[in-house]
C-alpha cells in the first residue's frame, strides 16, 4: 500500500476497535462531573505508581511522560470551565486553552525541524526514520495551524445535561487541517505508530465534534490523548513495532510528501480564508471571534 504496508483484515478490526474504544471514553467522561474526576485524576494517580514501580523502557521515554501528564493538564485545566464558573470570575484562565494548544504545536514543529536536520535514514532509539524535506513542509504547516488559532474569546461551558467546553470559533477547516498536520508529523517523527496513534486518535475527536457534540473538538482532543497516552504508558509493547497488532508505515518517501504538502496546503488556504476576513471585517484576532457568521458556528450557538 501507499502510506502502510498491508493492513491485515484483525488489524484493520484492531483499528476500529482503537476507534471505539476512544470515542466510548470520551462519551463515559462526558456524562459527569464524578466520572471525569475519577478517569483524570484518580486513575492516573494509581498508575502513575505502577508505572514508576515498573521502571522505564525505550517506548516509555521523557517524551511519554511529558505527553501524557501534558494531555491530562489539559483535561483537567477544560473540567475547570466543563464544571466551574471560575473562568467568568477571572478572564484570564480561558487564555490557558489556546495556549495548550500552541504549545504542543510548536513542540511538534520544532521536533519535526529536529528529525529533517537530524537527515535520519535507518534505526534511531528503536524506531526506524527517515528524513527529508516534507520535515520543513510540515513543520512550516504547523507554524500556521499555531498561527490560525483564534475566537478563544468565545469559549464557554454548557449548561446542559452533558457539561462540555464549547470553542464555536474552532471551526470544521481548522479541525480537517489540523488533523492531517498531526497525522503527517506522526507519520514522520513517531512512524512505529501511525496507524494507531496518527489516524484513528485523530479520527476520534472529531467524529463527536461534526455531528453530536459539535464545538468540543478541542476538550475531546484533549480526553482521546489522555486514554490513548495512558495506555501507551501502561501497556508499552501492545501496538509497539513488533507487535502483531503493529502497522508499518510504508517509508516511501512520495507517502511523507503528499501528507507534508495537504497539510501545507490546507493550513495555508485557512490562513489566506482567514486574514481574509480579518481584513474585510476589521476583526482583531486577539479579541474577536473570526467565524461567528458561518453556519457552523450558528449551529454550535443554537444547540448549546
Known amino acids: 500500500m501507499f502510506f502502510f504496508e498491508a493492513i491485515p483484515l484483525y488489524n484493520a478490526i484492531v483499528w476500529l476497535v482503537v476507534l471505539g474504544i476512544l470515542i466510548g471514553l470520551n462519551e463515559f467522561v462526558r456524562s459527569s462531573k464524578l466520572v471525569s474526576i475519577s478517569m483524570f485524576m484518580v486513575l492516573p ?20 511522560w511529558v505527553k501524557v501528564y501534558s494531555a491530562l493538564a489539559g483535561s483537567l485545566i477544560y473540567m475547570v470551565i466543563r464544571f466551574t464558573d471560575y473562568h467568568k470570575r477571572h478572564k484570564w484562565y480561558i487564555v490557558l486553552v489556546p495556549a495548550i494548544l500552541a504549545i504542543n504545536i510548536l513542540e511538534a514543529a520544532v521536533r519535526e525541524l529536529q528529525v529533517g536536520l537530524a537527515g535520519f535514514n535507518g534505526l534511531v532509539d528503536g524506531m526506524y526514520y527517515i528524513s527529508g524535506g516534507w520535515n520543513y513542509a510540515n513543520a ?38 489540523y488533523a492531517v498536520w498531526n497525522i503527517s508529523y506522526v507519520y514522520s517523527c513517531a512512524p512505529g505508530n501511525a496507524f494507531y496513534s496518527g489516524v484513528a486518535l485523530n479520527i476520534a475527536p472529531i467524529i463527536p465534534a461534526l455531528f453530536w457534540a459539535k464545538g468540543t473538538w478541542m476538550q475531546n482532543r484533549a480526553h482521546t490523548l489522555s486514554f490513548w497516552m495512558m495506555w501507551v504508558m501502561t501497556f508499552p509493547y501492545f501496538f509497539a513495532t513488533g507487535s502483531a497488532f ?32 480579518i481584513v474585510k471585517y476589521r476583526f482583531n484576532p486577539l479579541k474577536d471571534e473570526i467565524w461567528t457568521d458561518s453556519k457552523n458556528t450558528r449551529t454550535i450557538h443554537i444547540g448549546n
Do not use: H
Not at 45 to 64: A, P, Q
Not at 151 to 170: A, E, F, L, N
Open 45 to 64: 494517580v494509581i498508575l502513575t505508581s505502577i508505572w514508576l514501580m515498573r521502571g522505564g523502557n525505550e517506548i516509555t521515554s521523557w517524551f511519554t
Open 246 to 277: 503493529n502497522v508499518s508505515v510504508s517509508y516511501n518517501a512520495a507517502a511523507n510528501w503528499t501528507l507534508a504538502l495537504i497539510s501545507l496546503a490546507l493550513n495555508a488556504g485557512l490562513a489566506i480564508w482567514q486574514v481574509y476576513r
Open 140 to 177: 512550516a504547516a504547523g507554524i500556521l495551524s499555531m498561527l490560525l488559532i483564534c475566537g478563544w474569546v468565545g469559549i464557554y461551558g454548557t449548561t446542559g445535561k452533558r457539561k462540555d467546553m464549547v470553542w464555536p470559533d474552532q471551526t470544521i477547516m481548522y479541525i480537517i487541517a
